[in-house]
């Protein structure tokens, strides 16, 4: 039988060959792992909104009475002479007694003063009373805002305030349009998509924005968010900022 001779592969040339193998595999990964993490930052960052009408359902007004005199008593005194002559009035406007909320009232001098503007005495006092009412019929109250006024004609001294017109189911819309917001901020990612020929993916992040209650037809907005209470109709506004995948 005749002898083969076995060649062996020298030691260096074995560990080159392995050498090699690892870095073509190592290669090779890094390659599909940096195509992976390169796809998955690929990302779209769009913006959605949604605007919804509101009408107020409740509405307050405030507003004061002042008594004068030229003492502390006298002028308390024309202050409680004014107060039934106030809720006549309201009465003959459909508000009951019960629905006017009286704060406790208070009272400041009025002094006189010379040309130097110094000091000199007191002329008289003042007795201010602070009232409000609240009322569901937010009409009702922009109505008597209106007409209130004309009470000094009875010897009734108002001081009134602007009427504040609130929205109370909030809670419950807030999730709502926040929603709508989203699904516009998809939608226009889905749109721009397309136009390139890619597809969307997962949704990466989304930032809710601050909600904005502002007039009917209002472009106010404030980085801190509105919530208007001058006006009966109103829009609430969401804005959502939102990140994709691109696919």
């Keep these: 039988m005749e002898n083969q001779q076995i060649r062996r ?43 919804k009408s509101i009408t107020a359902d409740f509405a307050i007004l405030r507003g004061s009475i002042i008594g004068y005199g030229t003492t502390q008593k006298g002028a308390f005194t024309e202050l409680e002479n004014q107060k039934p002559l106030l809720l006549k009035y309201l009465a003959e406007k459909g508000f009951t007694a019960d629905q006017v909320k009286f704060s406790p009232a208070f009272s400041y001098a009025q002094y006189e003063y010379n040309n130097n503007g110094q000091q000199t005495g007191i002329r008289g006092y003042n007795y201010n009373q602070t009232f409000s009412i609240e009322h569901n019929d937010v009409q009702r109250i922009s109505d008597l805002s209106l007409a209130i006024a004309s009470i000094v004609e009875q010897g009734v001294y108002l001081e009134m305030q602007t009427p504040q017109f609130m929205y109370t ?46 007039p009917k037809n209002s472009a106010d907005v404030s980085d801190y968010g509105m919530n208007d209470v001058s006006s009966i109709d109103k829009e609430i506004v969401a804005v959502v900022h939102a990140s994709f995948e691109i696919d």
Aim: charged share 20%; aromatic share 4%.
């Design 169 to 214: 189911k909030l809670a419950d819309l807030k999730i709502e349009i926040q929603g709508e917001a989203a699904k516009d901020a998809m939608v226009r990612a889905e749109k721009i998509m397309q136009a390139t020929g890619r597809s969307l993916g997962g949704l990466h992040r989304a930032d809710m924005g601050v909600l904005q209650i502002i």
């Design 9 to 51: 592969v020298p030691p260096l040339v074995k560990a080159y060959f392995i050498l090699s193998v690892a870095i073509v595999l190592a290669t090779i990964i890094f390659s599909m792992t940096w195509r992976s993490n390169n796809k998955a930052n690929q990302t779209i960052e769009v913006t959605g909104s949604a605007r």
